[in-house]
């Protein structure tokens, strides 16, 4: 199994990004432990790829941090004599199934084995895809813009949550501010380049691209829709966004938020997850189902209670529909998408009026 995982790891058609890579690799160290180091592919059936999912399931989160002294397949033997909560999710188990079948697909493809003894296997995730995030509340988001890194703080890292005179506007400032006034993803908004917000047709935009990964300011997208502009909201423009902007190229700065840092796995955004968790608890607006991910949903919320056209809607957001990108495969591969001005004019209908930022506005 293992010689498998390493051939199908390096099959140069495929491109991988380390966090990806990295699941490979615990799905390989887990079937070795599972199985044994000498199990041939060949003999992989239909029962071993239950026993694998069996496994999963019962695999706890996090397990090598939690139980150093087991392996994973020790810990998900423990957890499921013990019924221990905080296992993977359906999702996660989903996930490393999907995996696994890809390399048994590889091996299929091979001439290595006949068919895939794992087709089709999975769990039931019962919790409705649109259930598993909610987004912010009213009350939420006041408490978030309330908190001391916009009212004002001692510094805008170790002391953001602490009442002091400084006011930093820098890369914990904007970003959450960005996500909601642009329903960008939380890697996409910490990845930007000074250079990705520029002036199309007299509208400044975020232009969402990917660039080298494996390089220092290499930038990632979750899918081909994901590339897109998006008109910098009225909001934004307000609050001074571009001025900060024009001091980061003044600068000679290359990233916009140049203070995030990458994880191993080559995201911005696993270091500043971690971080925006605690700082929701300290700003009193944790609640469950709500994450960073809950400003797209309110950015979601806020184009259907502006009744902004469909397809404008996943220009704007990013999304494919069920047939392709913007409305349809066949459809988008027809013309060049929505002009800057007519994008930004369904921007400026985006607001949330129950939500008071002017304290966020610069006089003078």
């Known amino acids: 199994?293992?010689?498998?995982?390493?051939?199908?790891?390096?099959?140069?058609?495929?491109?991988?990004?380390?966090?990806?890579?990295?699941?490979?690799?615990?799905?390989?160290?887990?079937?070795?432990g599972l199985w044994g180091a000498q199990r041939t592919i060949r003999s992989i059936d239909r029962e071993a790829c239950r026993e694998l999912l069996d496994t999963l399931i019962w695999?706890?989160?996090?397990?090598?941090?939690?139980?150093?002294?087991?392996?994973?397949?020790?810990?998900?033997?423990?957890?499921?004599?013990?019924?221990?909560?905080?296992?993977?999710?359906?999702?996660?188990?989903?996930?490393?199934?999907?995996?696994?079948?890809?390399?048994?697909?590889f091996a299929a493809n091979e001439g290595w084995i006949e068919k895939n003894p794992a087709k089709g296997l999975q769990v039931i995730d019962r919790v409705r895809r649109r259930d598993k995030r909610l987004p912010f509340s009213v009350e939420q988001l006041r408490l978030i813009f309330d908190a001391p890194i916009y009212r004002g703080c001692v510094?805008?890292?170790?002391?953001?949550?602490?009442?002091?005179?400084?006011?930093?506007?820098?890369?914990?400032?904007?970003?959450?501010?960005?996500?909601?006034?642009?329903?960008?993803?939380?890697?996409?908004?910490?990845?930007?380049?000074?250079?990705?917000?520029?002036?199309?047709d007299g509208v400044d935009c975020f232009f969402v691209t990917e660039g080298p990964s494996d390089s220092d300011n290499g930038k990632r997208l979750k899918t081909a829709a994901s590339e897109r502009f998006i008109p910098v909201h009225p909001t934004l423009l307000d609050l001074g966004f571009m001025t900060f902007v024009a001091d980061r190229r003044a600068?000679?700065?290359?990233?916009?938020?140049?203070?995030?840092?990458?994880?191993?796995?080559?995201?911005?955004s696993d270091p500043f997850s971690k971080w925006f968790r605690r700082f929701l608890q300290r700003a009193g607006a944790d609640r469950p189902k709500?994450?960073?991910?809950?400003?797209?949903?309110?950015?979601?919320?806020?184009?259907?209670?502006?009744?902004?056209?469909?397809?404008?809607?996943?220009?704007?957001?990013?999304?494919?529909?069920?047939?392709?990108?913007?409305?349809?495969?066949?459809?988008?591969?027809?013309?060049?998408g929505y002009?800057?001005?007519?994008?930004?004019?369904?921007?400026?209908?985006?607001?949330?009026?129950?939500?008071?930022?002017?304290?966020?506005?610069?006089?003078?």
Not at 314 to 320: E, F, H, Q, R, Y
Not at 339 to 364: C, F, K, N, W
């Open 59 to 105: 695999l706890p989160t996090n397990a090598e941090k939690k139980f150093p002294k087991l392996s994973p397949v020790q810990a998900s033997a423990m957890a499921k004599a013990t019924g221990l909560p905080g296992t993977l999710s359906p999702a996660s188990v989903n996930g490393y199934m999907n995996k696994f079948r890809a390399v048994m697909n």
């Open 155 to 200: 510094d805008d890292w170790a002391g953001y949550s602490t009442p002091g005179h400084a006011h930093p506007r820098r890369g914990r400032f904007w970003v959450p501010l960005i996500a909601l006034f642009s329903g960008m993803r939380m890697n996409e908004i910490c990845q930007l380049h000074a250079a990705d917000i520029h002036r199309l």
């Open 339 to 364: 002009r800057a001005q007519t994008l930004y004019e369904a921007m400026g209908r985006i607001a949330y009026p129950d939500l008071d930022l002017s304290h966020l506005v610069r006089h003078g």
């Open 1 to 32: 199994m293992r010689e498998a995982f390493e051939l199908f790891r390096s099959d140069p058609a495929k491109h991988r990004t380390r966090k990806t890579e990295l699941h490979y690799l615990n799905l390989m160290e887990l079937t070795v």
């Open 251 to 268: 600068a000679g700065a290359v990233r916009l938020f140049g203070e995030l840092q990458k994880s191993s796995t080559g995201y911005y």
């Open 290 to 336: 709500t994450c960073f991910h809950s400003f797209r949903h309110c950015y979601r919320d806020a184009l259907r209670e502006a009744r902004i056209e469909h397809e404008v809607s996943l220009a704007l957001g990013g999304w494919s529909s069920g047939n392709g990108n913007e409305g349809g495969e066949t459809a988008a591969a027809y013309g060049r």
